[in-house]
């Protein structure tokens, strides 16, 4: 073992996929780039970090509501662009050719070129953490896409793509809570 800058720790537990988070503040759409988030359980609870850095978040805080789209390792530049420039002077949708695909219960559009789609509720700002606490109220998969490998962001400008899934369900299944 060799030491490492304490400050780069957080790259060793890499969160969730990276995903496109869309809102809409009432006149337009707008995407952001998310490369923290996380599930909370077993059920459609996430969270992710954001604050008002980010031109999205006025309106993710304004509305309480917004779309997780989670893009596969064909849309990485994408997803990097997006997040590399602002949608205050920016049509994020035009620029990167995305498709919005309205949504059944949010205001903020679905993304069309993506794996799959969460609509979600704000159920809470924590603030000093800028952590927002998401609740799933609908979500959608694109079972004919042929590229289903998702993004993780290791926080240093480098990513790690997902491999070849490994089943263990049926030696699990007892261990798992009723209804997995």
Not at 15 to 23: D, M
Not at 35 to 62: C, I, K
Not at 101 to 118: K, M, S, T, W, Y
């Amino acid at each position: 073992m060799e030491p490492l800058a304490l400050s780069k720790a957080f790259t060793l537990l890499e969160s969730g996929p990276v995903v496109l988070v869309t809102t809409h503040d009432g006149r337009k759409p707008n995407i952001m780039t998310i490369t923290w988030t996380m599930v909370r359980g077993f059920s459609a609870e996430f969270a992710m970090t954001t604050g008002p850095w980010n031109h999205s978040y006025r309106a993710l805080r304004d509305s309480r509501e917004c779309v997780l789209a989670i893009p596969t390792v064909d849309l990485i530049d994408t997803a990097v662009g997006i997040g590399t420039c602002s949608g205050a002077d920016t049509d994020k949708f035009e620029k990167f050719r995305l498709t919005p695909l309205p949504a059944q219960f949010v205001e903020a559009p679905l993304i069309g070129e993506c794996l799959a789609n969460i609509e979600c509720r704000v159920v809470d700002i924590i603030e000093r953490y800028n952590i927002v606490l998401l609740e799933g109220v609908a979500a959608y998969v694109d079972s004919t896409r042929t590229e289903k490998r998702m993004l993780h962001a290791v926080g240093d400008g480098s990513f790690i793509v997902d491999g070849a899934r490994i089943d263990r369900r049926e030696m699990m299944r007892s261990k798992l809570p009723s209804g997995v």
